[in-house]
């Protein structure tokens, strides 16, 4: 399933990007995210709890990123719920576009849920990820507004 979305943020590309690769801080702004740590420079290991329709998953998590540049990322994610009832995987990109007010960030990712939530309409599914991508987005101005990286 294909996952995309956009969102304005008051800083600009460069200082969004340093932001980007700290785990302490997109931790916090990750809804359900439990425990975020770097591994080393290319690789992460999470934990993100999420909750749909009345079922709870929690996720363990490994993040490759395998490719960046000045203003775009690339990542896969695999991982599973505990005792592998459901297995994701995600190729991921984040693209920063500079703005006059900071940077448009532009995100897409292909999705694939195997096992017992990849049994969830697809509808339902999408309509999770999105609401936890705008809450993300709202999270980070909010992180980075309160560590004055806004732009000027």
């Known amino acids: 399933m294909l996952i995309e979305g956009q969102f304005p943020i008051a800083a600009p590309p460069e200082t969004l990007l340093v932001h980007l690769f700290d785990a302490r801080l997109m931790a916090s702004c990750l809804p359900g995210c439990e425990q975020l740590e770097a591994i080393d420079d290319e690789r992460y290991r999470a934990v ?3 909750a749909m329709a009345g079922i709870k998953a929690r996720f363990d998590l490994q993040v490759q990123i395998t490719r960046r540049d000045e203003r775009n990322v690339w990542a896969v994610t695999r991982g599973d719920e505990g005792g592998h009832a459901s297995n994701l995987q995600a ?7 500079p703005t006059p007010t900071g940077t448009q960030v532009r995100y897409r990712s292909e999705v694939s849920v195997t096992g ?9 599914m999408k309509k999770k990820a999105q609401s936890m991508g705008d809450e993300f987005a709202v999270n980070l101005q ?9 732009a000027s």
């Open 91 to 97: 190729d991921s990109q984040v693209s920063l576009e």
């Open 48 to 50: 993100v709890a999420i």
């Open 142 to 150: 909010r992180k980075l507004e309160a560590l004055g990286t806004a």
């Open 116 to 124: 017992r939530l990849g049994r969830f309409a697809l509808g339902m």
